[in-house]
């Protein structure tokens, strides 16, 4: 086994590696791995943190096909799906919270991107040309699906999908932290899909209002939690 080292900040420090080294056993068929997982992991989020192609990995890392392919091998495998669901509910547990919440928060951010594909678009309320993701959190702000489409697609139609997902992955037991889901809270921007939520899904989107007299920044109930 190669050496635990760290030699970017992006890098995994041990005691995470600790946290994830279950969900990835030992290889007991065909060949013995080159590369240790961990190794893998580094590259993964080297690239996510960077921002930069997957050809342009440093030279001390596992080279970018290998990583490349066991990401989106991963990926469609649902492993990090599997990943979070186990880290959410060992964070709620400790948090002295139920392990499975009953309220979830949604939101949207529309991110710039020069890059093409079907998945880009405009913004025309932020004037923001790029991709929109849409982030369904509990309320210690623990992540539980997250979505990306074109940023043109406005909220509600945004809304639908990713809570269409999330009730799916209930449905298949993607998500058994989600069982007790009742209410989710959101802003304005998605009052048209209210009837639509609970006709489908039998939960509460409960539209949390800024005040009229409110002008910039505002902290409002539950959609904001104090740390």
């Known amino acids: 086994m190669t050496k635990f080292t760290q030699t970017y900040p992006t890098e995994l420090k041990y005691s995470e590696w600790l ?11 065909g060949r013995p791995r080159q590369w240790e997982i ?7 989020l080297y690239v996510l943190r960077k921002g930069c192609q997957w050809r ?7 080279p970018w096909q290998t990583v490349y392919g066991y990401f989106w091998r991963w990926t469609r495998s649902g492993l990090w799906l599997a990943i979070n669901a186990v880290r959410v509910r060992q964070v709620r547990l400790q948090q002295g919270r139920e392990a499975t919440p009953s309220a979830a928060i949604l939101d949207s951010q529309s991110v710039k991107t ?23 959190v509990d309320t210690l702000g623990l992540l539980w699906l997250v979505v990306v489409h074109s940023a043109s697609l406005q909220d509600a139609a945004g809304g639908k999908l990713v809570l269409q997902r999330l009730f799916e992955q209930i ?10 889901l009742k209410v989710v809270w ?3 921007g998605y009052e048209d899909i209210c009837d639509f939520v609970r006709q489908h899904f039998g939960w509460t989107l409960e539209i949390m209002r800024r005040p009229k007299e409110q002008k910039g920044f505002a902290v409002l109930p539950h959609r904001w939690a104090a740390p």
């Open 56 to 62: 342009m990995l440093p030279k001390d890392l596992p």
């Open 38 to 44: 961990w190794l893998i992991i580094n590259a993964i």
């Open 171 to 180: 449905k298949h037991n993607l998500h058994n932290r989600c069982c007790r």
């Open 186 to 188: 959101a802003d304005g």
């Open 19 to 29: 946290l994830l080294e279950q969900f990835f056993p030992p290889a007991t068929r």
């Open 114 to 136: 020069s890059e093409g594909g079907e998945a880009r678009g405009i913004d025309v309320h932020k004037q923001t040309p790029g991709r929109k993701r849409h982030i369904v």
